[in-house]
């Protein structure tokens, strides 16, 4: 009897370490898959970027032909309504190139004033060619909605990746929901003890009418990698992506959810200060100074279309232009020349721009550098400017922005 005792807890533990082992397995398998998607990500991410440079280099240089096209016509002209809308489609596609970055968080984020209702219309457009027909939506947009200080890109994604899941959750048919409101936080209100000065709210609202989720399952919807959804159709980053856009924009994001009954999503943007919004009209006036100027400027950038069209620009509106069609060039024609600014492209081959900038430092520490690129990681950026870059702009930029920055600067 005692040695069948003693082989029974011999078997039961055994047992348990078959349970352990098996439980280590399934943990395994999961970081491995884990593993596999953070290295599929940053894969897209760097392709992404490629390809973006590329494609908002040729956008850069449609639309300084396009401006050029408009500069000569008054809006009567029987081209200028053509040619505005090619610009308009220009801008279109800049913000597709930015999108597909911003998920590998290879720019910088763009955070300027806008009325997300404007944003939600945009998106309405593509949504309606896209989802199934059956799947009503339905607006409740605040008529006098306040301003936010946003990214309008990544709030575009934002919405998408709450739209795919609803529309997952509802199949072929159901209803989604957009609701837009002007809310100040209860005193009760969590994120008030967060931040005890008093903070308006722009409330954005997006539910629908799809299965619903669990309580076990809402708490979880934010971790990175977690879904519910079939292996080949979901990644389960699109919810942790949502968190982390509305962090960096300094607002929160609330869910509830009900099996059957559907989902919601509440959120909060913080309202534009007043005061900040009062430097931004002040900084828009300011930027209705004379843009010509006569100064020397030297171009630095390794596409011969964009030097073309850069150099067409600039020489119309009064200035001097130098160009090089890369870092080594461009530092022997500023040791030449010392031309007044230079407007250097980072993403070159050769030597770069980050050497360029720190060559061109070298041969004269109070040098006014604008840098410039259809792509940039946020490192590049900031370390440009530490080294002493004075602006950045963003392929495709307009002209426009191109001669505030230069006067600025000058």
């Known amino acids: 009897m005692p040695k069948n005792k003693g082989m029974q807890e011999k078997i039961k533990q055994l047992e348990e370490e078959i349970r352990i082992l098996k439980l280590k397995s399934i943990?395994?398998?999961?970081?491995?898959?884990?593993?596999y998607q953070v290295q599929k990500m940053e894969a897209l991410a760097?392709?992404?970027?490629?390809?973006?440079?590329?494609?908002?280099n040729i956008l850069h240089c449609i639309l300084g032909y396009t401006e050029l096209a408009l500069m000569g016509k008054s809006k009567d002209s029987p081209d200028y309504e053509t040619f505005h809308q090619i610009e308009l489609m220009i801008n279109k596609g800049s913000e597709l190139a930015r999108q597909?970055?911003?998920?590998?968080?290879?720019?910088?984020?763009?955070?300027?004033?806008?009325?997300?209702?404007?944003?939600?219309?945009?998106?309405?457009?593509?949504?309606?060619?896209?989802?199934?027909?059956?799947?009503?939506?339905?607006?409740?947009?605040?008529?006098?909605?306040?301003?936010?200080?946003?990214?309008?890109?990544?709030?575009?994604?934002?919405?998408?990746?709450?739209?795919?899941?609803?529309?997952?959750?509802?199949?072929?048919?159901?209803?989604?929901?957009?609701?837009?409101?002007n809310v100040v936080l209860d005193p009760d209100h969590p994120q008030t003890l967060l931040n005890p000065s008093p903070l308006g709210y722009v409330r954005l609202t997006v539910s629908d009418t799809g299965h619903g989720m669990s309580q076990k399952t809402l708490n979880r919807i934010y971790d990175p990698f977690f879904t519910t959804k079939e292996k080949e159709k979901g990644s389960g980053l699109g919810l942790s992506i949502v968190y982390s856009i509305i962090k960096d924009h300094g607002g929160f994001i609330e869910s509830d959810s009900d099996v059957g009954k559907g989902t919601t999503f509440r959120i909060y943007f913080p309202v534009?200060?007043?005061?900040?919004?009062?430097?931004?009209?002040?900084?828009?006036?300011?930027?209705?100074?004379?843009?010509?100027?006569?100064?020397?400027?030297?171009?630095?950038?390794?596409?011969?279309?964009?030097?073309?069209?850069?150099?067409?620009?600039?020489?119309?509106?009064?200035?001097?232009?130098?160009?090089?069609k890369n870092g080594e060039?461009?530092?022997?024609k500023y040791s030449e020349n010392f031309p007044d600014l230079v407007l250097l492209d980072i993403g070159m081959p050769g030597i770069g721009g980050i050497k360029s900038l720190q060559e061109l430092m070298g041969v004269n520490s109070k040098v006014k550098v604008v840098i410039m690129s259809g792509y940039s990681e946020n490192r590049n950026i900031e370390e440009a400017k530490k080294l002493g870059a004075?602006?950045?702009?963003?392929?495709?930029?307009?002209v426009t922005e191109l001669l505030n920055t230069i006067r600025s600067v000058l």
């Open 329 to 332: 060039e461009g530092i022997i």
């Open 100 to 181: 597909f970055l911003t998920f590998g968080r290879k720019i910088p984020l763009q955070f300027k004033p806008i009325n997300l209702n404007s944003v939600i219309r945009e998106l309405l457009n593509l949504l309606r060619r896209t989802i199934p027909r059956m799947i009503e939506i339905e607006l409740k947009l605040a008529e006098t909605l306040k301003i936010v200080r946003a990214d309008a890109g990544q709030c575009e994604q934002v919405l998408m990746n709450l739209c795919i899941n609803s529309v997952d959750a509802m199949r072929e048919n159901g209803k989604l929901f957009f609701i837009t409101e």
């Open 272 to 324: 534009l200060d007043n005061d900040e919004q009062l430097q931004k009209n002040i900084e828009l006036k300011k930027s209705d100074r004379s843009l010509c100027g006569n100064e020397s400027i030297l171009i630095v950038d390794d596409e011969k279309d964009v030097l073309k069209i850069s150099e067409e620009m600039l020489a119309r509106n009064g200035y001097t232009v130098i160009t090089a």
């Open 27 to 35: 943990e395994r398998r999961q970081l491995e898959e884990q593993l």
């Open 390 to 398: 004075k602006a950045f702009l963003q392929k495709p930029y307009h």
């Open 46 to 56: 760097n392709l992404s970027g490629g390809l973006a440079h590329d494609f908002n």
